[in-house]
Nanobody, 120 residues
Framework: QVQLVESGGGLVQPGGSLRLSCTAS????????MGWYRQDPGKQRDLVAT???????NYADSVKGRFTISRNRAGTTVYLQMNNLNFEDTAVYYC??????????????WGQGTQVTVSS
């Protein structure tokens, strides 16, 4: 099992910045992907950004140029620096860790979610 603990959400004005953090513990496989997803009430959970254990990075088009994802050297903490936030970024943000065991074998773990609200 893997446990994920998130922090850093909150209320921010349009154009402002927030930094989310997520620390993983437990059975973290050497090959993995950590990332952030977000979800509005009644909607599906959408990818925001991911970073693999070999530092391959992927962003949703809506956040490119505004958000930056990174990991610490140990690979246990993932950060999401969010700049120039707008109303459409309001959502619950979830941290994800995907252990990749080979072939199609994988396991997903989720954090509890942290609310990001962009409001004037």
């Amino acid at each position: 099992q893997v446990q994920l603990v998130e922090s850093g959400g909150g209320l921010v004005q349009p154009g402002g910045s927030l930094r989310l953090s997520c620390t993983a513990s437990g059975r973290i496989h050497g090959i993995n992907v950590m990332g952030w997803y977000r979800q509005d009430p009644g909607k599906q959970r959408d990818l925001v950004a991911t970073i693999s254990s070999v530092k391959t990075i992927n962003y949703a088009d809506s956040v490119k140029g505004r958000f930056t994802i990174s990991r610490n050297r140990a690979g246990t903490t993932v950060y999401l620096q969010m700049n120039n936030l707008n109303f459409e970024d309001t959502a619950v943000y979830y941290c994800n860790l995907r252990n990749i065991y080979g072939g199609t074998s994988k396991a997903d773990f989720w954090g509890q979610g942290t609310q990001v609200t962009v409001s004037s």
